[in-house]
C-alpha cells in the first residue's frame, strides 16, 4: 500500500478526493480579496470536520481540491458542506457578489476518488495549473 493510511478501532483508510467547483456562469470572481478569504473558509471548514487538505488551487473561475476525508464523510457531503458553507461567508462579506450572481456556485461540482498510487499525480496536476502554457500571464 502506498500514501498515507489512517488507523482507527473498526479499520485503515486512504480515501482522497479531487474535487473542482465554479462559480455561477464560470464568473471569473475568485481573484483577489475574494480568493484570499476563499482559501481561509477552505482551510477552516476542512479543519472543523478533520479533512485533510492536500493541494488547493483557486483559479479565477474555478477551484480544484484535493482533500482526505473519513469513510464516514461521502464526497458529495464534503463537496455540499464546502460549497455551502464559503458561499454564505463570502455573499456575506463581499456585496458584489450577491449584485453580480443569483448564487455563488453553480449547482454541479466533479468529484473523484484518487487512489494511493495517482495521489501524487493529482497533487502535482493541481499545484501546476497556474504553469500551463495556455495560462501564462492569467491574473490570479
Not at 62 to 84: C, E, M, R, T
Request: charged share 25%; aromatic share 10%; with cysteine.
Amino acid at each position: 500500500m502506498g500514501g498515507q493510511v489512517t488507523t482507527e478501532a473498526g479499520g485503515v483508510y486512504d480515501l482522497g478526493y479531487h474535487v473542482v467547483w465554479c462559480p455561477k456562469y464560470r464568473r471569473p470572481v475568485l481573484t483577489g480579496p475574494v480568493r484570499d478569504r476563499l482559501e481561509e473558509l477552505l482551510c477552516a471548514k476542512c479543519a472543523e470536520h478533520d479533512w485533510r487538505v492536500v493541494a488547493l488551487e483557486i483559479e479565477p473561475d474555478h477551484v480544484h481540491l484535493f482533500v482526505k476525508a473519513h469513510p464516514k464523510h461521502p464526497p458529495s457531503y464534503i463537496a455540499n458542506q464546502l460549497k455551502g458553507f464559503t458561499s454564505h461567508e463570502l455573499r456575506g462579506e463581499f456585496g458584489h457578489l450577491r449584485s453580480r450572481l443569483p448564487t455563488l456556485w453553480s449547482r454541479s461540482y466533479f468529484v473523484a476518488t484518487v487512489g494511493a498510487v495517482s495521489a501524487e499525480t493529482v497533487r502535482r496536476y493541481i499545484d501546476t495549473q497556474n504553469e500551463r502554457p495556455w495560462r501564462k500571464g492569467a491574473t490570479r
